[in-house]
């Protein structure tokens, strides 16, 4: 008799029939390079990468398939680069909490990078990716990170009065919606990543981690 019940579920590892990652490989999928992508990404991930001084890996991932990296981009950007109440620190800590409960390598050590360096804390990153049930926080990003892990791992569990206990911590509706849609849209990042294998930059590693010189 069939049952439901998947191969992994019971132990088992499928066979393989995935390709082995060449060392030094970004994704499982390949990747494409700044200069190769569309004229407006290019001006887009340029920026980023002026910037940061690299192009973040999950860039040259998802620029196989440019029409969802641009709609990954426009979401991105409306969530996470608001001046409009939850702070720049607060929405990366949301990120590191929802990628530390999915086990998402890339989007934690990437992000855990850009926490450290909203936060100028060189442990807060790992402290929260690691343990985010027990890690020092103040009441209002606590309550910030209950609110992520419930909707990163039981969202059908959410009550109102997990809302109320949000908002007895000082964030308003509009900050709840959007700790909701920062860890859903992250929540979908940390599939894609798990999908395609995607390795940080090496640079994510460093940063924020000792004062600058």
């Keep these: 008799m069939m049952t ?19 060392d030094g490989a970004i994704s499982r999928f390949g990747h494409v390079e700044l200069a190769d992508m569309p004229e407006d990404l ?37 969530l996470m680069d608001s001046d409009d109440g939850l702070s720049k620190a607060e929405r990366e800590l949301i990120v590191v909490a929802t990628s530390g409960a999915n086990h998402c390598t890339y ?18 990153a790992d402290r929260v990716a690691t343990n985010p049930y027990a890690v020092e926080l103040g009441p209002r990003e606590r309550a910030i990170v209950d609110l992520a892990l419930i909707v990163a791992q039981d969202s059908a569990s959410l009550t109102e009065s997990d809302l109320d206990a949000a908002r007895e911590a000082g964030l308003s509706d509009d900050e709840i919606w959007d700790v909701g849609a920062i860890t859903a849209l992250f929540a979908l990042s940390n599939r894609i990543a798990h999908l395609t294998a995607l390795t940080p930059n090496p640079e994510f590693f460093l940063m924020g981690r000792s004062p600058r010189s």
């Design 4 to 22: 439901g019940t998947s191969p992994r579920a019971k132990g088992v590892l499928p066979s393989c029939n995935v390709r082995a990652m060449s």
């Design 42 to 78: 290019r001006e887009r991930i340029g920026a980023i990468a002026e910037k940061s001084g690299f192009v973040p890996n999950v860039f040259r991932a998802l620029a196989r398939r440019p029409r969802e990296l641009r709609a990954f981009l426009d979401y991105h950007d409306a």
């Design 107 to 124: 989007c934690v050590v990437a992000h855990g990078a850009i926490l450290r360096v909203r936060t100028k804390d060189p442990q807060i």
